[in-house]
């Protein structure tokens, strides 16, 4: 009898342990899928392109509004994220009128090569190829959120004269402002990362290198020449607002640089602060 308690136990633990890892295969995706996007769209009655485009080894899945010869918007979201972090300003009738607007799942996100991993600079460039794919000769203007920051800036580092301006919300920029958990790389090797589930895979990943290549990207930080605008709330828990002296203090050939402070606010001021950052989007310079 205690032989097959046991057996029974194990058995038990082993199907329950089995079940967990192929829940974290699907669950926590943090996507949109295609039905719910349709809904949302045709609520609102928002004429929208949902397409993947092949970018080097990667397939990048976007969103894009607007009249498609007008200047480009382009958002990309945190981690972890999808497009759909964006959602409300790809419907929104004001922004319609001035812009072609596209929001893209970045590489590792979505359903742009899920549960992959990248590093801020293979990201970069995997996004930059993207926008010259996509390119309609007109401005563009970058927008990024979180782990967006630090990939916009290294886009405008690589690619001077391809974009107009850079909206950093909420950006991690500061390497030395950057605490990553400690337990975070016992999560990264096999057979351990197979116990966190969907999305917040890559996400612990890049989080994790991303304080070294913050470091690697500070020495060129001199190389942004764009315009910039930063926003940020003054109580930001995960992306400290410390971060705004130091962009002051290293973008020294920014064309231009304009900071809104949000007084008290936290990480989350893309829902949270919406009209403050939509207006802005709305007098970008020309």
């Known amino acids: 009898m205690n032989f097959l308690k046991k057996h029974k136990i194990k058995t038990v633990m082993t199907l329950l342990i089995v079940s967990y890892l192929i829940m974290c295969q699907s669950c926590m995706t943090m996507r949109m899928n295609s039905k719910k996007t349709k809904l949302f769209f045709e609520t ?14 990667s397939k990048i899945h ?56 990248e590093n801020l600079f293979q990201q970069a460039h995997t996004i930059e190829n993207f926008v010259k794919k996509i390119n309609n000769g007109k401005n563009i203007y970058l927008v990024g959120h979180s782990f967006g920051g630090p ?3 290294k886009m405008a580092i690589d690619q001077p004269k391809l974009f107009k301006q850079i909206v950093i919300l909420a950006g991690a920029i500061d390497p030395d402002a950057e605490n990553p958990e400690n337990w975070r790389p016992f999560f990264i090797s ?40 930063v926003i940020h ?13 130091f962009i002051k203090k ?28 939509r207006n802005k989007l709305l007098n970008l310079m020309e």
């Open 190 to 229: 096999k057979p351990l990362r197979y116990l966190v589930p969907g999305a917040l895979r890559p996400a612990n990943d890049e989080l994790w290198w991303l304080k070294n290549d913050l470091k690697v990207m500070k020495p060129t930080l001199k190389n942004i020449v764009t315009n910039v605008v």
């Open 151 to 153: 990939v916009i800036v």
């Open 250 to 277: 290293k973008f020294i050939n920014a064309e231009s640089m304009e900071v809104i402070s949000i007084k008290d606010a936290n990480h989350f001021i893309p829902w949270e602060h919406y009209e403050t950052i």
């Open 62 to 117: 976007y969103l894009q509004t607007g009249k498609n010869d007008f200047p480009t918007l382009f958002f990309i979201h945190g981690s972890p994220g999808s497009w759909d972090a964006y959602k409300d300003f790809l419907k929104d009738t004001l922004l319609l009128k001035k812009y072609r607007m596209i929001a893209i799942d970045r590489p590792g996100f979505g359903y742009s090569n899920f549960g992959s991993s």
């Open 44 to 57: 609102s009655k928002t004429s929208y392109i949902d397409s993947t485009i092949s970018v080097d080894d």
């Open 233 to 245: 709330g003054t109580k930001d828990p995960l992306v400290p607002y410390s971060n705004v002296a």
